[in-house]
């Protein structure tokens, strides 16, 4: 069987059972999508990867103790787990960052297409380039829901809970979002035609 069809359930049981080699699997099929996370929200690479790494030593040990309680949101849980990390980091050190994204971080490097020929990669790259130009000019607030409904499988909820307002307001803030982006994609195409 691919492991690409077997679900996370069923992987973290293989796990817990004892084979190690599921847990590999769960950490390949996600470890780009947490490390992205990480990075986005501290943007320093070296801080990334010890959160990263402790985030997954978190993650076995809860596992290995039979704390897991799967209701099929993996992701989720452990970006759950990076996200109080950073959180901990942060309160001893007394400093937030903003999720704004460094000059090396690309969160578009998570997106992957095998199938895509040059021209095709070509023609994508200057696309989500461009993208993540208009994505980095939104307000603060709709930026951060977009990004982690978008790009992190978060739901609504989980966004409310992670920021602190209620569903309507993330909500709100992701239909705004959406709205100002289609405002400065036709403001560009525009700019384009004429």
């Known amino acids: 069987m691919e492991t690409n069809l077997i679900s996370d359930s069923a992987l973290i049981r293989q796990y817990v059972d004892g084979n190690e080699a599921s847990f590999e699997i769960l950490l390949k099929r996600y470890k780009n999508r947490v490390f992205s996370y ?16 402790e985030t997954f030593m978190k993650v076995i040990r809860t596992l290995k103790k039979g704390k897991y309680n799967d209701e099929g949101k993996f992701l989720p849980w452990v970006n759950r787990i990076a996200h109080n990390l950073i959180i901990d980091h942060f309160r001893k050190n007394q400093k937030m960052p903003t999720t704004s994204g460094g000059d090396n971080f690309d969160i578009f490097d998570i997106i992957e297409d095998k199938s895509a020929n040059v ?25 951060e829901v977009l ?11 989980e966004i409310a809970e992670r920021t602190n307002v209620s569903i309507n307001t993330a909500l709100g803030r992701m239909r705004y979002a959406l709205i100002n982006l289609r405002k400065m994609i036709d403001s560009k195409k525009s700019t384009i035609v004429n």
């Open 147 to 157: 990004m982690m409904r978008m790009y992190f499988d978060m739901s609504f909820k």
């Open 119 to 143: 021209e095709e990669d070509t023609i994508k790259d200057q696309l989500l380039s461009d993208v993540k130009k208009l994505v980095y000019k939104l307000p603060q607030d709709q930026k």
């Open 38 to 53: 990480i990075m986005f929200t501290v943007r320093d690479k070296e801080l990334a990867n010890d959160v990263f790494q």
